[in-house]
């Protein structure tokens, strides 16, 4: 069972949150609310109360940002900082031996900068994918992605979901996955809270 239950920001002080649930390993959770409610910056509030949260589960985390601090680096230059910075946290010795990275290897010696947005994109979910994790927490994953590539992206969610890990996904979209259970966040007054809308 994953735990969220926040009463207090550490990401936006004037904020109000009023987080409490109970997530299920298994489940695909979709996070929808009206643009400007507070979705990216529930993620962000995620991040820094992990710690208090659930320390027992890796997590891994892709966001909206693009990759522009590291435009001078290759893919390949990237993905080699990133396995030193989170060394212990992977379940490859080595990047270029997960599958979808060979699969993906005519990215490995472009420019950071000469990426398409679908692309930027695709190598933030490899490198979320690197990670050894129970948790993927995802916002917007589907942003600036090909159809093709929003297929494969859908076939690898429903993969971690048959293995009975944990998955939360930021989409304006509807979320073609089963198990789904869809979650709103709402404004109440002051407060931000997050609330079971309905399951599949």
């Known amino acids: 069972m994953l735990k969220i239950k926040i009463n207090n920001s550490l990401y936006n ?10 997530l299920k390993a298994g489940v695909a959770y979709h996070l929808k609310g009206e643009n400007g409610l507070g979705k990216t910056s529930l993620i962000e509030e995620l991040k820094l109360h992990w710690k208090e949260l659930n320390p027992e589960l890796r997590y891994a985390f892709t ?9 001078d680096l290759s893919v390949t230059g990237l993905m080699d900082v990133f396995w030193e910075v989170t060394q212990g946290r ?5 990047w270029r031996e997960i599958p979808l990275f060979v699969k993906s290897q005519k990215l490995w010696d472009k420019n950071i900068r000469q990426l398409s947005g679908g692309e930027n994109q695709w ?3 490899l490198m979320m994918l690197s990670l050894d994790s129970e948790v993927w ?13 929003q297929g494969e992206l859908t076939e690898l969610l429903q993969h971690w979901i048959y293995q009975g890990k944990y998955l939360l996904v930021v989409h304006h979209g509807d979320l073609h996955l089963a198990p789904l259970i ?5 404004a109440d007054t002051q407060v931000l809270r997050l609330e079971e809308t309905h399951g599949h």
Request: charged share 25%.
């Open 13 to 22: 002080t004037k904020l109000n949150w009023k987080v409490d649930l109970n």
């Open 63 to 71: 966001d909206q940002e693009e990759l522009n601090g590291f435009q």
């Open 90 to 94: 992977h379940s490859q010795s080595d």
């Open 123 to 125: 190598v933030k979910i």
């Open 137 to 149: 927490i995802l916002d917007e994953p589907y942003q600036s992605l090909d159809a093709h590539k």
């Open 182 to 186: 869809t979650l709103g966040l709402v």
